[in-house]
């Protein structure tokens, strides 16, 4: 069987000091995609229908590697796409 492809145009939507969203485009896959697979530094931290991932908690001023993957309503799963990396930006100062 054919896997699909890769998710192409990862892009990050926002970002603040404790949160990233990221999108990316659809894949087309004959049968169609179930859902995509998001990881952050290499462990999974999701799955999603559609093709955009919000995750808050995060540490300001923190470098992290995102990168999705599509699954197929036939279970065959695509190779990541190619990785993002966002920095969050740097916590607010207090008394500003």
């Known amino acids: 069987m054919i896997h699909p492809d890769a998710p ?3 892009t990050v939507q926002s970002k603040t000091d404790t949160s990233v969203s990221i999108k990316w485009d659809a894949v087309s896959y004959p049968g169609g995609i179930k859902e995509y697979e998001i990881y952050r ?7 999603r229908v559609g ?15 995102f990168k999705v993957r599509a699954i ?11 990785p993002l990396t966002v920095e969050t930006e740097p916590a607010p100062v207090e008394g500003d």
């Open 8 to 10: 192409q145009g990862l």
């Open 41 to 47: 530094n290499d462990q999974s931290v999701g799955k």
């Open 51 to 65: 093709t955009s991932f919000s995750e808050s908690g995060l540490s300001p001023e923190t470098s992290y590697e």
């Open 72 to 82: 197929a309503n036939n279970g065959q799963i695509s190779a990541f796409s190619v």
